[in-house]
């Protein structure tokens, strides 16, 4: 697709998992996004992102490990919406390429939690515009119940779980919510 950046950031959208085709990308489709989301700009050169690609068994394997997980605390009493837990399965058994996005904080804490999280937004921006020129839909989900799937990540005491990225082929344009005027947004001074 021959996009300008106008028309690029105007064409990304989030379209919802259903809308996504369950065919298999190719495998440097996903480097692709990799390595542009890795060109974020990054305060002290943290570099806070930090991902995890699952796609065939292995994400089919995940999507039966996060649905027993979220049973798992259903039944201890966790507020968790079922068909929400439902949903997600659903999702992760559908989409061809899961990357869960994941934040690592610097160790020695030298810039603000916010600037190293705003970064991890901006790789992820990168991968999401990328998808967009490749003529591909992405989704950014981040369920209320995240911070309950640490175990299975393995997110350390450092790390937090920024949500699931899911990528493919459209099979169904989603519509946009459009955007109210900027021009309400912004003060201008002469
Ligand atoms: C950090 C972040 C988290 C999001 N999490 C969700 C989510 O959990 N569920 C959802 O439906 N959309 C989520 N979205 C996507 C928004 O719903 C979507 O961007 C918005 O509806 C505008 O649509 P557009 O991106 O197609 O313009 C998220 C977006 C961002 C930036």
Do not use: C
């Not at 989030?14 to 440097?28: G, Q, R």
């Not at 990799?34 to 974020?40: F, G, I, Q, S, T």
């Not at 099979?171 to 021009?183: F, K, M, Q, W």
């Amino acid at each position: 697709m021959d996009l300008n950046i106008n028309e690029i950031i105007k064409k990304r959208r989030a379209t919802p998992p259903k809308f996504l085709s369950k065919k298999e990308l190719p495998e440097e489709v996903i480097h692709q996004l990799l390595e542009n989301a890795n060109w974020a700009p990054t305060h002290k050169n943290t570099e806070p992102w930090r991902f995890k690609v699952y796609r065939g068994k292995s994400k089919n394997k995940l999507a039966s490990e996060v649905f027993n997980l979220l049973q798992k605390k259903i039944a201890e009493g966790k507020a968790i919406n079922p068909q929400k837990a439902e949903k997600l399965k659903t999702a992760l058994e559908n989409v061809p390429v899961l990357i869960v996005i994941v934040f690592q904080r610097d160790i020695a804490q030298r810039i603000p939690e916010w600037e190293e999280i705003a970064a991890v937004s901006m790789a992820v921006q990168n991968m999401w515009l990328t998808a967009t020129t490749l003529g591909l839909g992405a989704f950014w989900a981040t369920p209320h119940f995240f911070p309950l799937l640490n175990e299975i990540f393995e997110i350390g005491p450092t790390q937090k779980l920024l949500g699931f990225f899911y990528v493919g082929e459209i099979a169904l344009d989603y519509p946009s919510t459009g955007r109210g005027e900027v021009e309400t947004k912004t003060e201008w001074y002469q």
